[in-house]
């Protein structure tokens, strides 16, 4: 059971001197608390880190500061998501039954969460979600014109830790594009299961955000 999070975004949109997985949230950078929380789950046997380029020290001894021993590798992120991803996979071994994927833009990370993507697989699942119900109403649009009312039943806000079986997330992700990894696995024509979401796993994306995480330690 491996775990890759990804790390290796610019987060352009905090307006910050450093990349935003080393953005302050408390005493520590925001690496911190995701990276910790997988190395304490019973669900993880070890972890990838990837790191944005020139940060791939600080993540390392960052690691050892916490006491982190499943850190087994920290590579240099790519240029996407999916690009960074896909180059802490190719440090995950051949015989790895499971890899979950999680973005350490989400720090409150509950290991009900990783326990519920994980035991979601098997019975022919390829991967599993969490994910929340869509409490507005959610419109497509082309310009600023409305061209479709979609069924608010339907739609779920999906979030990470996302697990899959190792050899089809290898497979499906080829390409630079997917938002997020079950985008790849659904595309290749992989079944993928959406299970409860936690409101807790916000996304820092701005600086109100770190508050609103902040609140939740
Ligand atoms: O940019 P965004 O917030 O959507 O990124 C989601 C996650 O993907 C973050 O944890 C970020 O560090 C990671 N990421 C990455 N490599 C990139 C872009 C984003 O690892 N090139």
């Known amino acids: 059971m491996w775990a890759v999070l990804a790390a290796a975004g610019s987060g352009e949109r905090l307006g910050a001197?450093?990349?935003?997985?080393?953005i302050?949230?408390?005493?520590q950078p925001l690496l911190a608390e995701s990276l910790a929380r997988l190395d304490a789950s019973g669900w993880i046997d070890a972890i990838v880190v990837a790191a944005p380029p020139d940060w791939e020290e600080p993540a390392i001894l960052?690691?050892?500061?916490?006491?982190?021993?499943?850190?087994?590798?920290?590579?240099?992120g790519g240029a996407t998501r999916a690009d960074s991803v896909r180059l802490g996979l190719a440090e995950v071994p051949p015989d790895a039954a499971v890899v979950v994927v999680h973005d350490a833009a989400r720090?409150?990370?509950?290991d009900a969460v990783i326990e519920r993507v994980v035991t979601a697989l098997g019975n022919g699942w390829?991967?599993?979600?969490?994910?929340?119900?869509?409490?507005?109403?959610?419109k497509r649009v082309e310009g600023d014109r409305i061209v479709e009312t979609l069924p608010r039943d339907e739609l779920r806000v999906v979030q990470t830790p996302q697990a899959f079986v190792a050899d089809v997330l290898r497979?499906?992700?080829?390409?630079?594009?997917?938002?997020?990894?079950?985008?790849?696995?659904?595309?290749?024509?992989?079944?993928?299961?959406?299970?409860?979401g936690d409101p807790r796993l916000l996304k820092v994306t701005d600086a109100g955000d770190l508050d609103r995480v902040a609140a939740l330690l």
């Open 107 to 110: 720090p409150v990370l509950d």
């Open 24 to 27: 302050r949230l408390g005493e």
């Open 171 to 196: 497979a499906a992700l080829t390409g630079s594009d997917w938002t997020d990894c079950a985008a790849a696995v659904e595309a290749a024509g992989g079944r993928v299961r959406v299970v409860e």
């Open 62 to 76: 960052l690691a050892e500061e916490l006491g982190c021993g499943k850190v087994s590798a920290c590579v240099t």
């Open 126 to 138: 390829d991967g599993a979600v969490p994910g929340l119900p869509v409490p507005d109403t959610v």
């Open 17 to 22: 001197d450093r990349p935003k997985a080393f």
